[in-house]
């Protein structure tokens, strides 16, 4: 462990350094997923640096999801997964949330969307196509009135498309953008009449093509929904100029 761990020099924080060290050890793959570290004596001995310092880098290690930290047994490299990349990007999306956010958002959605739809016609499997009508009859079946639950669904349904892909890659990406749509429809569509019927019949066309895998049509049926989308939130956006 000699050779991976190096003495840090005092011009920075030092649990910041001990951090950023041991992370580089584990993104080098020199530290592989399930290894051991060795002990807070060890360590601090291999950094020269306090027991104070080595914790509060460890706890960060912790509480992002690259340590374990098991009583007893000592400090284990875990495994992140997409639910891990998906979460820091929810957060970061929740503090950034304003109107400059949504216009990107809206953008994204542009850009991506219609692709991903058509990548779901392709590769959708069954138990996706279930889920997908599943959703087609919450939302029919969801009272008006419950817009909390109403945005819920509609998130839910962008996201079935997302993972639909089967692409882990499009799913990071798009996840965590689609978990700001209750957000965002809350804050935009609450006084507008009939949008629950509108939606829905742009949710049940893209169902329809992507049943059929039919790409392009599940594609431009999604382009659509989103320019509709788009022509909302700008009128929205121009009130606040």
Known sequence: MDEIFKKIGTTQTLSQKIERNIEKAIRDK???????????????????????????????????G????????????????????IQSLNLYYDLKFDNNLIK?????????EPQITMMAAQNRTEEDLKQMEKNLLEFDKCDPDNTQLESDIDNRFHILLARATGNPIAIVTME?????????RNLIYGSIEGEKEITLGYHKEIVNAIREKDGERASERMQAHINRN???????LNKGE
């Open 104 to 112: 990107q958002i809206i953008e994204v959605r542009k850009a991506f």
């Open 66 to 85: 690259l340590l374990e930290i098991r009583k007893g047994s000592g400090m284990y490299v875990t495994k992140l997964g997409m639910q891990d990349a």
């Open 176 to 184: 965590p953008i689609h978990n700001l749509l209750p957000r965002m």
């Open 230 to 236: 788009m022509e909302v939130y700008e009128k929205f």
């Open 30 to 64: 020199k530290l592989e997923v399930g290894s051991r570290l060795p002990s807070e004596r060890e360590l601090c001995e291999m950094f020269a640096v306090s027991r104070t310092a080595l914790r509060e880098a460890l706890r960060r290690l912790s509480a992002r």
